[in-house]
């Protein structure tokens, strides 16, 4: 089948990998692809979407096989049980999604993912030893989704303007802050932080001009109140905050924070307390 051009197989179950695949293929999904390599003479230099799920690659075979891809879009690994490192991908021009959801043994990226052009969707939810990001300069991204990654202890740099970022889930991670660059993310809409170990609101929050929902649901904030300097560098910024959408469920959560931090968003129109430790609602909630 030399003119194949898509080759769909997810519920197939082979003893060995094919001998022969044609150089013509488009489009590839093989869950459970059933060997570490792909036949020698296979050249896919016309591939624009690959997804192997629960493959057997390692990074050093991914990294071969990325050499090859000249045209590729679409790369998904999830769920690839010896996928350790994602390799370099700097040759990967025009990649617009990345997924490597699940690959639970996964502990290191390689810092050229952080620098793709047309790179637009990232999936790393659920891969629960990686320990760090590189910074990132991704103009075109729209999707990043890391939620459940409890080693991530840092959320990456963001080193030039990424104004396309609509949707950010950081739930059940490691990470106890936001830096300062987060505010480089100005497109950001929607944002899930619910299950960190983030102890009060970051400020930076209150920064982001078209944010519209943000979830931080179990926050653990008894008894912290936000440092004076801290409160007056937002003090200018309040009015441009677009939050309209608050879930704060399930937090501990101290009376006098909820005060003070609820006038940084004069557009709220939902707040969610549900099983809260919250005993009293705030004045200033007659402002909204």
Same mark, same amino acid.
């Given at each position: 089948?030399?003119?194949?051009?898509?080759?769909?197989?997810?519920?197939?179950?082979?003893?060995e990998?094919?001998?022969?695949l044609?150089?013509?293929?488009?489009?590839? #999904?093989?869950?459970?692809?059933?060997?570490?390599?792909?036949? +020698?003479?296979?050249?896919?230099?016309?591939?624009?979407?690959?997804?192997?799920?629960? +493959?057997?690659?390692?990074?050093?075979?991914?990294?071969?096989?990325?050499?090859? !891809?000249? $045209?590729?879009?679409?790369?998904?690994?999830?769920?690839?049980e010896? @996928?350790?490192?994602?390799?370099?991908?700097?040759?990967?021009?025009?990649?617009?999604?990345?997924s490597? /959801?699940?690959?639970?043994?996964?502990? /290191?990226?390689?810092?050229?993912?952080?620098?793709?052009?047309?790179?637009?969707?990232?999936?790393?939810? /659920?891969?629960?030893? !990686?320990?760090?990001?590189?910074?990132?300069?991704? *103009? +075109? !991204?729209?999707?990043?989704?890391?939620?459940?990654?409890?080693?991530?202890?840092?959320?990456?740099?963001?080193?030039?303007?990424? #104004?396309?970022?609509?949707?950010?889930?950081?739930?059940?991670?490691?990470?106890?802050?936001?830096?300062?660059?987060?505010?480089?993310l100005?497109?950001?809409?929607?944002?899930?932080?619910?299950?960190?170990?983030?102890?009060?609101?970051?400020?930076?929050?209150?920064?982001?001009?078209?944010?519209?929902?943000?979830?931080?649901?179990?926050?653990?904030?008894?008894? /912290?109140?936000?440092?004076?300097?801290?409160k007056?560098? $937002?003090?200018?910024? $309040?009015?441009?905050?677009?939050?309209?959408?608050?879930?704060?469920?399930?937090?501990?959560?101290?009376?006098?924070?909820?005060?003070?931090?609820? *006038?940084?968003f004069?557009?709220?129109?939902?707040?969610? @307390?549900?099983?809260?430790?919250?005993?009293?609602?705030?004045?200033?909630?007659?402002?909204?």
């Open positions: 089948m030399k003119n194949l051009k898509t080759l769909i197989i997810r519920n197939g179950y082979f003893s990998g094919p001998k022969y044609p150089n013509s293929l488009r489009i590839m #999904e093989w869950w459970r692809y059933p060997s570490t390599c792909f036949p +020698s003479d296979f050249h896919p230099k016309k591939l624009s979407i690959l997804k192997l799920p629960s +493959s057997p690659f390692d990074s050093f075979q991914l990294d071969n096989l990325f050499k090859k !891809l000249n $045209v590729i879009k679409v790369l998904k690994f999830d769920n690839s010896f @996928l350790k490192e994602i390799p370099n991908v700097s040759n990967l021009f025009n990649l617009q999604e990345l490597f /959801r699940g690959c639970t043994n996964l502990t /290191r990226i390689h810092s050229s993912v952080g620098n793709l052009g047309k790179l637009e969707i990232i999936n790393a939810e /659920r891969c629960h030893n !990686l320990r760090t990001l590189p910074s990132m300069n991704l *103009p +075109s !991204l729209k999707i990043l989704l890391l939620s459940y990654c409890f080693r991530l202890e840092k959320f990456p740099e963001i080193v030039g303007k990424m #104004e396309n970022v609509e949707m950010l889930c950081l739930k059940s991670t490691g990470i106890k802050d936001l830096p300062l660059s987060f505010q480089n100005s497109g950001l809409l929607n944002l899930f932080l619910g299950g960190n170990k983030i102890e009060m609101i970051p400020s930076v929050i209150s920064m982001m001009p078209k944010l519209s929902r943000f979830d931080i649901d179990g926050i653990n904030c008894h008894d /912290r109140l936000v440092p004076q300097e801290e007056e560098g $937002v003090e200018g910024m $309040v009015s441009s905050s677009s939050v309209r959408f608050i879930s704060l469920r399930s937090s501990k959560l101290s009376d006098d924070l909820l005060a003070q931090q609820l *006038p940084w004069p557009n709220l129109k939902s707040l969610d @307390l549900t099983g809260s430790d919250i005993t009293i609602i705030p004045e200033c909630i007659q402002e909204f």
